[in-house]
């Protein structure tokens, strides 16, 4: 399936364009919008979006949310910086 991915710092775009990717599964997608977050993350900041929800101290810079737009399905993190997957329109051409 193909995605458009988009990311965001506030409501500036921070690429010109989306970009799409082909992803199997919504899965790989999710760890794909993971991986373009941590990007911006110190790495005790990373480290602690694994601990126990309960434990006072996790943060949630790698939280996903579902997303659904215009579009139909899609997803996004949920800290500034963020970033976006939407199905990517089968008309347009991967680059």
């Known amino acids: 399936m193909r995605w458009e991915i988009m990311g965001y710092d ?4 921070m690429f010109d364009k989306p970009f799409t990717v082909e992803c199997q599964s919504d899965d790989q997608v999710i760890e794909l919008l993971k991986c373009l977050a941590s990007r ?3 790495p005790y900041e990373i480290l602690s979006c694994f601990l126990p929800v309960d434990s006072g101290r996790r943060r949630s810079h790698l939280d996903i949310s579902p997303a659904n737009g215009l579009k139909g399905r899609g997803y996004m993190t949920k800290d500034n910086p963020y970033y976006t997957a939407n ?3 089968q008309q347009r051409p991967t680059p």
Do not use: Y
């Open 40 to 42: 911006h993350l110190e």
């Open 87 to 89: 199905i990517a329109d």
């Open 10 to 13: 506030s409501l500036e775009p």
